[in-house]
């Protein structure tokens, strides 16, 4: 088994457009992520996916990219799109990982990449994602933090925007120390095969309702292993953020 490391970078966005080019101290933003999942140790390959002529020649100055189409409705299609194409190139096999890194996290943790390959020891585990315990408050209510519950072997029962679950007879203000509540790192892993098949799904009522992919799948009837992790990667989302992280 081999692991593919896939870092989806789209030019186009609304509330930053270029991003993935922004340099942080002397280094693009996608430049930085590329060389976190290198330090890893886990990818027998990693390569950046993106549907921008600018994005691909600046990542083919350091490392390996590959163009994808701008229809993609999310960046798992884009990694499948990407693993389809490296097949042959790469010999990846059915039961092969494709990790999802995020294309906006320049200081995403090595670690953190590490604990997601490791839910793979287990080879019943198809796809995988990280989780973190929530311990603010204003995080618990912001429709921005994906929340998830767990059953007792750690697999995702349901993803939302909303806080779950609702702490019944206790004031919202007691909610965070009354019980575990866990935010959605939003890195996912999955087998190849796998991969595939996800992609082919229609997209269902909850995915509509609460915008989470991930939901499309849980419909689906298709399992999503969680493992905690106590280190906070922090997405660049607005020149706002970066302006901060600088």
């Known amino acids: 088994m081999q692991f593919i490391g896939i870092i989806p970078a789209r030019y186009a966005s609304t509330r930053f457009p270029g991003k993935p080019l922004v340099e942080i101290k002397g280094k693009s933003m996608i430049h930085r992520v590329y060389d976190q999942a290198l330090e890893s140790g886990c990818f ?3 390569v950046v996916a993106t549907d921008d002529e600018r994005i691909y020649k600046h990542v083919e100055k ?7 189409s701008p229809e993609h409705p999310s960046g798992t299609d884009r990694c499948f799109e990407a693993a389809a194409a490296l097949k042959d190139q790469w010999n990846i096999q059915p039961d092969d990982v494709i990790v999802n890194i995020q294309g906006d996290e320049p200081f995403i943790y090595p670690e953190q990449i590490q604990d997601i390959c490791r839910c793979f020891d287990n080879k019943g585990v198809a796809i995988a994602t990280l989780i973190r315990k929530i311990d603010d408050e204003g995080a618990l209510f912001n429709e921005n933090v994906v929340k ?6 750690g697999k995702a029962l349901y993803f939302s925007r909303s806080p779950i679950p609702f702490f019944r007879g206790k004031e919202k203000k007691d909610w ?10 939003g890195m996912y892993a999955y087998r190849f095969k796998v991969l595939k098949e996800i992609t082919r799904l229609k997209r269902g009522f909850l995915e509509n309702t609460e915008s989470l992919e991930q939901l499309r799948w849980l419909e689906n009837g298709f399992q999503i292993h969680t493992r905690i992790t106590n280190l906070e990667s922090h997405a660049v989302d607005t020149p706002e953020d970066l302006n901060h992280f600088r």
């Open 62 to 68: 350091f490392g390996h990219v590959v163009y994808t």
């Open 44 to 46: 027998a390959a990693v």
């Open 176 to 185: 965070i120390t009354g019980a575990d509540y866990y935010k959605h790192i």
């Open 148 to 153: 998830v519950v767990v059953d007792n072997s």
